[in-house]
C-alpha cells in the first residue's frame, strides 16, 4: 500500500509545453489521412489538398517494411488502398495472417507490408478505400515513407515561414507496435532515428520547422517513445475504455483522442468525458468527423456547432475545408 501511495505521489499529470499543441481559438484540425473524403487516403495528393484547405496537421498512419523503411498506410494489409491484387509479380506475396489489434485480433488473407521490401512498395498505386468516395484519382498515386511526408512538410513550411503564416504538423500514428515490435521491428526507435535525422524528435526542433504531434492506440509505445523524446503524446481511446483510467493515463501522456462515442452518449448528449479529461490536464482530439457517416446523424452544421459545445481541443476531420469552415464561421 505504501509503495502504491508512493507511486501516486511520484506521478503527475502532464501538459505539454508545446505551443502547437493547442490552438486558443479553435479545435486543431487534423486531417485524417490527409483530406481522404477527397483524395486516396495517405498520398502526397491527400495531403496536400488538406493543407490548402487550411488543416493544422495532417495524420500519417506508419506501417514497416521487410528492409525497415516505415510506409504511410492504414494497416499493414495491403489491399484496401492499393492495386496489390492486381500484380502478378506479387501473387506470392498473398498470405493469412492473424494480427493482435486494439480491437481484437484480426485474421485477415492478402498482402502486408512487412513482407514487401520499399522498392516492392513503390511499385504499388494508392486507391480510394470508400466506394461512395471519388473514385477518378485511383491509380495516380503512389505509396510515400514517413521520410517523404516529413521533406515535403518541411519544405511547405520554410514557404510559410517566409509568408509568417502558421506552420503544417504532422501527427504521426505507430500501428500494431506490439505486434511489430514481435516481429522484430523497433518501430519506435525507427521514427525517432528520422524525425532525429531531421532535428524534429524534440519541441524545440519540431516547433521551429515541423510540428509533430505522437500517437498510438498502445499505452506502452507512448511510453516508449516518452522516455525518448518530449514531443507531444496522444493516447488513442476506444468506446468501453474505463473513464476513470484517464488520470493515469495523464502520468504519461499529454492528450487523449477519444471516438466520438466516448464524448456523446448512446442518446447523442455530451458526456462528462472532456471535462474530466480537462481536470486531468489532457487535451482531447476527437476521431473521426465525416460528412458522408455523420456521427449521432446530426446535420452538418449542427455536427460542427455539438464539437465546438464539446469543448474538445482537436477534431481529426475527413473533409478538412468543413472543420476550417465552421470553427471559423460559428465562432
Ligand atoms: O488516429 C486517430 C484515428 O485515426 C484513429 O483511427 O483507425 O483511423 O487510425 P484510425
Ligand atoms: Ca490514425
Given at each position: 500500500m505504501l509503495v502504491l501511495l508512493?507511486?501516486?505521489?511520484?506521478?503527475?499529470?502532464?501538459?505539454?509545453?508545446?505551443r502547437y499543441f493547442y490552438n486558443g481559438n479553435r479545435p486543431l484540425v487534423i486531417a485524417h489521412r490527409g483530406a481522404c473524403?477527397?483524395?486516396p487516403e495517405h498520398t502526397l495528393q491527400a495531403y496536400e489538398t488538406a493543407a490548402y484547405m487550411g488543416a493544422d496537421f495532417i495524420e500519417p498512419d506508419l506501417v514497416p517494411t521487410k528492409d525497415f523503411k516505415l510506409v504511410v498506410n492504414?494497416?499493414?494489409?495491403?489491399?484496401?488502398?492499393?492495386?496489390?491484387?492486381?500484380?502478378?509479380q506479387f501473387s506470392y506475396l498473398q498470405t493469412t495472417k492473424s494480427i493482435p489489434t486494439y480491437e481484437g485480433i484480426l485474421t485477415q488473407t492478402g498482402w502486408f507490408s512487412e513482407?514487401?521490401?520499399?522498392?516492392?512498395?513503390?511499385?504499388?498505386?494508392a486507391k480510394q478505400r470508400i466506394r461512395t468516395r471519388p473514385q477518378g484519382m485511383?491509380?495516380?498515386?503512389?505509396?510515400?515513407?514517413?521520410?517523404?511526408?516529413?521533406?515535403?512538410v518541411i519544405g511547405v513550411n520554410k514557404i510559410r515561414l517566409i509568408e509568417g503564416t502558421p506552420l503544417l504538423g504532422v501527427y504521426i500514428e505507430l500501428k500494431d507496435s506490439a505486434y511489430f515490435n514481435s516481429l522484430g521491428f523497433n518501430v519506435e526507435d525507427m521514427l525517432l532515428d528520422v524525425l532525429k535525422d531531421r532535428k524534429i524528435d524534440s519541441i524545440e526542433g519540431a516547433s521551429m520547422i515541423c510540428p509533430i504531434i505522437l500517437?498510438?492506440?498502445?499505452?506502452?509505445?507512448?511510453i516508449t517513445l516518452g522516455n525518448k523524446t518530449d514531443l507531444p503524446l496522444v493516447y488513442l481511446l476506444e468506446e468501453g475504455y474505463i473513464l476513470h483510467n484517464i488520470s493515469y493515463y495523464a502520468n504519461f501522456v499529454d492528450g487523449v483522442g477519444p471516438g466520438f462515442n466516448l464524448i456523446f452518449d448512446e442518446k447523442c448528449s455530451l458526456t462528462d468525458f472532456v471535462d474530466i479529461a480537462h481536470e486531468n490536464n489532457l487535451a482531447v482530439h476527437m476521431w473521426v468527423v465525416k460528412k458522408d457517416k455523420p456521427f449521432c446523424g446530426f446535420e452538418q452544421e449542427e455536427t460542427y456547432k455539438k464539437?465546438?459545445?464539446?469543448?474538445?481541443?482537436g477534431v481529426?476531420?475527413?473533409?478538412?475545408?468543413?472543420?476550417?469552415?465552421y470553427f471559423t464561421h460559428i465562432i
Open positions: 508512493l507511486f501516486m505521489h511520484f506521478c503527475t499529470s502532464r501538459k505539454s509545453p508545446a473524403g477527397y483524395i492504414h494497416e499493414s494489409l495491403l489491399d484496401q488502398t492499393t492495386n496489390v491484387n492486381e500484380m502478378p513482407d514487401f521490401s520499399l522498392d516492392q512498395i513503390k511499385q504499388l498505386k485511383n491509380l495516380y498515386f503512389g505509396k510515400l515513407t514517413i521520410e517523404e511526408v516529413l521533406d515535403w500517437q498510438s492506440f498502445e499505452l506502452q509505445s507512448l464539437i465546438l459545445d464539446s469543448h474538445v481541443d481529426f476531420d475527413e473533409f478538412p475545408d468543413l472543420s476550417i469552415y
